[in-house]
């Protein structure tokens, strides 16, 4: 099992960046596996930012923030990173990691593809 938590959320002024992190307490995340990031807004679904092949070193973005986003990963730290830039209001969300078995599966970007979950940091964007 992994598990996972996710840091690094708070408040910031459109224009301004945020680097997210996550830490996996269990398992390791070098291995060939997928892990990803997403976000949901109030009132709406879960919605999938970016992966990344963990041992292939590939990765995916959606087309909604591609060019201000970037994933990467810290095989020594066993941690997943997002780092975040010109962030608009639009872009207040929960952050959640998470964690799939599904490598193959890792460019869809899809919450049925990923297994573990962790709880979530909230990001807030004023104007």
């Known amino acids: 099992q992994v598990r996972l938590a996710e840091s690094g959320g708070g408040s910031v002024e459109a224009g301004g960046s945020l680097r997210l992190s996550c830490s996996a307490t269990s398992g390791h995340i070098s291995a060939s596996y997928c892990m990803g990031w997403f976000r949901q807004r109030p009132g709406e679904e879960r919605e999938g930012l970016a992966s990344i092949n963990t041992g292939a070193g590939l990765e995916y973005y959606a087309d909604s923030v591609k060019g201000r986003i970037t994933i990467s990963q810290d095989h020594v730290k066993n941690t997943l990173s997002l780092q975040m830039n010109s962030l608009v209001p639009d872009d207040t969300a929960i952050y959640y990691c998470?964690?799939?078995?599904?490598?193959?599966?890792?460019?869809?970007?899809?919450?049925?593809?990923?297994?573990?979950w962790g709880q979530g940091t909230q990001v807030t964007v004023s104007s």
């Open positions: 998470a964690y799939s078995r599904y490598r193959g599966l890792c460019s869809r970007l899809t919450t049925a593809d990923f297994d573990y």
